[in-house]
């Protein structure tokens, strides 16, 4: 029995761990022969694929203002508190994450696009609009 590209994908995301294929490693493509690559679901749908590229693309953008508002806001705030230390120590932690956050979305949104692009060009998809790569804002 050949694990589905998504159950594989999912068991990978929740654990971190190679998923084993007919006691192999499911990261060990040589392992894999071209016949379980084909019975692999493979599904792509372009419309779904524009829209989660969109969000993507958008929310790299917002994690950007985020941080230049927060930091800005920040920076010309009279705010001298227990408070105001709490959250300025919080901030500084965060906003690494957060532009971590960032260059995930738009790596996500890079390879949603490429997916994209791919998929319509195999397909012989000719009105279907390019997706262009996207880079984080920082």
């Known amino acids: ?16 761990q190679p998923v084993p294929a007919q006691g192999r490693l499911a990261t ?15 599904q792509a749908d372009l419309d779904t694929l524009a829209a989660l590229y969109d969000t993507l693309s958008n929310n790299v953008q917002l994690c950007h203002d985020i941080q230049t508002t927060t930091d800005s806001s920040l920076a010309s705030a009279v705010w001298e508190s227990p408070n105001a230390e709490a959250f300025r120590a919080a901030w500084e932690e965060f906003r690494p994450k957060l532009m971590a956050f960032e260059d995930a979305l738009a790596a ?31």
């Open 108 to 138: 996500g949104a890079t390879d949603v696009a490429n997916n994209h692009n791919n998929n319509a060009a195999a397909n012989g998809v000719t009105d279907a609009r390019q997706l262009a790569p996207v880079a984080p804002v920082a």
């Open 28 to 42: 060990d493509r040589a392992a894999i022969t071209d016949e379980e690559l084909l019975d692999m679901s493979l």
């Open 1 to 16: 029995m050949t694990a589905s590209l998504a159950t594989l994908a999912t068991t990978f995301a929740t654990t971190g």
